[in-house]
């Protein structure tokens, strides 16, 4: 559905400018004040809690219109974008996701709304505009402009570039093991796939730039290269971005016709990928398997959130109980 639409949603870019029309936003970074402004108009409190549940990263109480967040320092989110999904799903009305798909759809929704507060459709375009027009379009510099992540940037750059840039492009979020998981693309690029079509969970090619830029010493700078592969060549960008569960590459790629617009396509480096072809990367140089073929046996460290398909529960990975008897403590009930 994302690619078929470009990754482009009028409907969240409505919603949002309505939101930011309404507390008076006219441009720059959206500050935690304003922030603030948006969670009171919509007739929000905010409660940071040491107890938060476990399993969330921030919890609605519907009934007395509470927003509890966490006071802890983890980096792995912007706060500002937890916030802004917590009310996203009071704006866009969404109801107890009735299965996997409904809730993934409702996540889809609600980072698509917060990235378009954070990133206004306008103010962003006109900001790619420019870039386009000068020839020097990089991720880096939207993330300095809206003081965003870079994953928050590359990501918001997939909703417009289709639309109003007109190019094509791919996005991934690869973790430092390999194991891809964040994946978009609407210009063909050949994602790894299971048989029932997932990317996620999916190891990337060890030739492609989301790979290669772990190797890289220079973490300030993007590193940009190109790649030939079966389905042509693209010209990629990455950056890597550490959290708590480690370290990640944040990739943006464009095939070869649309490099000319972007920072960055002066690069010597050179890749080439023949992946599915399990010759490329998959399988070992026939010297090693004839030296180890039978005399290995590595003990695997399972991903369970990534192999458990279908979690169980309306919402996926949290601990109702847990979240129920939260809400009971803190609304004195
Ligand atoms: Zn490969």
Excluded at 52 to 72: A, E, F, G, M, W
Excluded at 190 to 196: A, G, S, Y
Excluded at 243 to 261: D, N, R
């Amino acid at each position: 559905m994302m690619r078929e639409r470009g990754n482009y949603f009028p409907e969240y870019e409505a919603e949002a400018q309505k939101v930011l029309k309404e507390v008076g936003y006219t441009t720059g970074p959206l500050s935690q004040h304003v922030i603030a402004d948006i969670a009171e108009h919509l007739g929000f409190t905010l409660h940071h809690v040491g107890d938060l549940p476990h399993s969330t990263r921030s919890v609605t109480d519907l009934k007395n219109r509470k927003i509890y967040l966490t006071q802890s320092q983890r980096q792995d989110h912007d706060p500002r974008s937890v916030l802004l999904q917590a009310l996203g799903h009071y704006v866009l009305g969404h109801e107890t996701p009735k299965n996997y798909g409904d809730f993934l759809a409702q996540r889809v929704a609600t980072n698509y709304f917060a990235a378009a507060l954070l990133l206004p459709e306008q103010a962003t375009v006109e900001f790619l505009q420019k870039a386009k027009a000068a020839k020097e379009i990089a991720v880096e510099d939207i993330r300095d402009a809206f003081a965003v992540s870079y994953e928050t940037a590359a990501h918001r750059f997939t909703n417009l570039a289709t639309k109003h840039l007109g190019l094509t492009t791919h996005f991934q979020k690869t973790h430092q093991s390999g194991i891809i998981y964040k994946a978009y693309e609407n210009d063909g690029v050949n994602f790894p796939q299971d048989h029932t079509g997932a990317i996620e969970g999916q190891p990337s090619c060890k030739a492609w730039t989301s790979r290669a830029v772990f190797d890289v010493p220079d973490k300030f700078s993007a590193y940009s290269q190109y790649t030939d592969t079966p389905s042509g060549t693209y010209w990629c960008t990455a950056r890597t971005e550490r959290s708590a569960s480690g370290e990640f590459s944040l990739s943006i790629g464009v095939p070869y016709q649309h490099v000319k617009w972007f920072r960055g396509r002066e690069t010597t480096a050179r890749a080439t990928s023949n992946c599915p072809d399990p010759n490329c990367c998959k399988r070992p140089p026939a010297e090693l398997t004839s030296q180890w073929a039978g005399n290995a046996w590595p003990s695997a460290r399972a991903h369970s959130h990534l192999l458990a398909a279908m979690p169980p529960g309306a919402f996926p990975g949290v601990d109702e109980t847990e979240v129920y008897s939260f809400l009971q403590a803190h609304s004195g009930s």
